[in-house]
């Protein structure tokens, strides 16, 4: 394929008097690995699991379906007595939930889907490809042995694990888990999330009309994002609301939060100016561990702990955050529940733009797919256009020193995977 890539270093260096920031994969492995899953363990109704990540292996007792049964209403009959032009007597009726006797010679069972093949048949032939006569039943086409059986045990045999530990469940599995018998699953617990924004410049939606709107007022986007990305991973949400800009609030909401949360999440103030008090604030009750990422957009990123909770901080930029909530925070949030895949694998998608100007940073564009099955990208890659998001279907993960040429090869993650 074509090419316009560079190579270049693994991180940005760093300016004088600041520590390199920090690899993207180095970051995450180290979140990663202080994400210890929750210990304790609830039983919810299998009606209600979407979405959680199971806490046990689910060993199925029984074998489903549980016997030889049809896959068509029709006829049950012995392929060997089948004959062109030939009558079978109808020797029995069999609907789903009952169970025939054995299939007497030269004679055929009215059966419905689901309903037991009765002994000796070893065929069921739809009824479009039957004729009821006075005398029976005439079999238009030669049957085959097997045919429309669905065999027991052929989904799920009986001592067989179905559902495995950490995997978060989907409808499709709640309805697996009610075939073999479980009214209630065993499920990691849902984290408890304290989420609060800071900065003195904002303002929320519906307290102040727009044509009230202060000089360097913005209404608060992220506040609304962030709360449904973590309902969607099934945590639990307490909104602190907006803290104002001053080391003492925020050190105050910061130790509030701690005492009965699992993850403290905040948005903005984690970068290194003079109003940005998080870092001092997280470093005054406890423990900074990672601070700046070598990814775009999101480089003001943090980790901490304070006391029992973990903390992270987001940029207050609006596609920052939601970014680096997605690659970050989503897998992190994840792993403390015990789900053993926590990052959607990319595709592989040819590229129908031009990037020419490689960043020192790994970056993730926005860009959607199009109509020929390439990608296309949105115009402006501003970390402050959320328009961008919304527009997209995903993000290209493009590395550190790549620029892109129209048919190069990218790595494209849905959003549809990294809001599941």
Same mark, same amino acid.
């Given at each position: 394929m074509s090419s316009a890539s560079t190579t270049a270093p693994a991180s940005p260096a760093p300016q004088p008097g600041r520590a390199p920031l920090k690899p993207l994969d180095q970051a995450l492995a180290e979140l990663l690995a202080r994400a210890a899953p929750l210990h304790c363990v609830e039983a919810v109704s299998t009606f209600d699991a979407d979405g959680r990540v199971l806490a046990q292996d689910l060993v199925s007792s029984l074998d489903v379906p549980a016997h030889d049964n049809s896959s068509m209403d029709g006829y049950a009959v012995r392929a060997s007595d089948w004959a062109e032009g030939a009558v079978l007597q109808v020797s029995q009726r069999i609907p789903a939930g009952s169970s025939g006797h054995a299939l007497a010679p030269a004679s055929a069972a009215r059966i419905f889907t689901g309903a037991p093949i009765p002994p000796g048949a070893d065929a069921v032939v739809m009824q479009e490809d039957c004729e009821a006569v006075e005398e029976g039943v005439r079999i238009k086409a030669q049957p085959q042995l097997g045919q429309w059986i669905r065999r027991r045990g052929e989904d799920v045999a009986a001592g067989a694990v179905v559902l495995r530990r950490g995997e978060r469940l989907t409808p499709a599995s709640l309805g697996l888990a009610a075939s073999i018998g479980f009214d209630k699953? %065993?499920?990691?617990?849902?984290?408890? &999330?304290a989420l609060f924004s800071t900065g003195d410049e904002l303002v929320m939606p519906g307290e102040v009309a727009p044509a009230d709107m202060k000089p360097g007022a913005i209404y608060n986007s992220n506040r609304f994002f962030l709360r449904a990305l973590l309902l969607r991973l099934g945590c639990t949400v307490t909104d602190l609301g907006i803290v104002p800009d001053r080391l003492d609030a925020t050190i105050a909401a910061l130790k509030g939060a701690s005492q009965a949360h699992d993850l403290i999440l905040t948005s903005g103030g984690v970068s290194v100016g003079e109003e940005d008090h998080i870092k001092p604030a997280v470093q005054a009750l406890g423990e900074l561990a990672l601070w700046q990422i070598a990814m775009k957009p999101g480089k003001p990123f943090a980790y901490g702990k304070l006391g029992g909770a973990h903390f992270i901080g987001l940029p207050g930029n609006p596609v920052s955050s939601f970014v680096t909530f997605l690659v970050l925070v989503r897998p992190f949030l994840l792993k403390l %529940?015990? @789900?053993?895949? &926590?990052? /959607?694998? /990319?595709? @592989?998608? /040819? @590229?129908?733009?031009?990037? /020419?100007k490689a960043d020192k940073r790994r970056e993730f564009l926005r860009a959607r797919r199009n109509a020929d099955g390439g990608l296309e990208l949105f115009g402006n890659q501003s970390s402050g256009v959320l328009t961008s998001a919304v527009w997209g279907d995903g993000v290209i993960d493009n590395p550190a020193g790549r620029a892109i040429a129209h048919g190069d090869m990218v790595q494209f993650i849905p959003f549809s995977a990294l809001m599941a």
């Open positions: 699953l %065993q499920v990691a617990p849902r984290v408890r &999330v %529940q015990g @789900a053993t895949e &926590v990052a /959607p694998s /990319p595709i @592989a998608l /040819p @590229a129908h733009f031009d990037w /020419p």
